[in-house]
């Protein structure tokens, strides 16, 4: 078995309308907008969740034990290379607009279609205030849209 590489094979889309987030469609798919020729190297932010803890250990025990309690995301951001003339993507990710960002991982290029039977995760998000980045020497302009999570996401989507 070989090792899934993430350099050109991770696909993420805007997609503001999925009907059931636990099998999105290709035509839903692709009526989103493409992000991932747009997300600078180490863009996608914050999409990994933490599990908080629950103690369950009794009066009884001589040794603490724990359950699984709420997971939950933080820090959720996408970064992004401005355009110039019009920026249809900085235009759209505004503060207030609800959407669902789809990442496709997992060795499959980013330039292949949405197909059938995809792993994907989706993430319904509301986009915060828009933070423009402080310029750098030899660099592009870049700015962040952070990510607020509204309901449960999909980590392991199947595509229909």
Do not use: H
């Not at 350099?7 to 798919?29: C, H, K, Q, W």
């Not at 110039?84 to 496709?104: A, K, M, P, Q, S």
């Not at 059938?116 to 592009?140: D, F, H, M, S, T």
């Amino acid at each position: 078995m070989a090792d899934a590489l993430a350099d050109g094979n991770i696909r993420v889309y805007s997609v503001p309308s999925i009907s059931n987030i636990n099998s999105p469609s290709t035509a839903e798919l692709n009526a989103g907008v493409q992000l991932d020729t747009l997300i600078t190297p180490d863009g996608l932010i914050g999409l990994e969740p933490d599990t908080a803890a629950v103690d369950n250990a009794k009066l009884s025990s001589t040794f603490n034990t724990q359950q699984p309690g709420r997971a939950s995301w933080s820090g959720t951001a996408l970064r992004l290379y401005r355009q110039t003339g019009t920026d249809t993507v900085r235009n759209t990710l505004i503060r207030g607009f609800g959407t669902n960002i789809v990442v496709r991982r997992g060795g499959v290029a980013s330039t292949v279609a949405w197909a059938a039977a995809q792993n994907v995760e989706v993430y319904p998000v509301a986009c915060g205030q828009r933070k423009i980045l402080a310029p750098e020497a030899n660099a592009v302009e870049k700015y962040e849209v952070p990510l607020f999570i509204t309901a449960q996401p999909n980590d392991s989507a199947t595509t229909t």
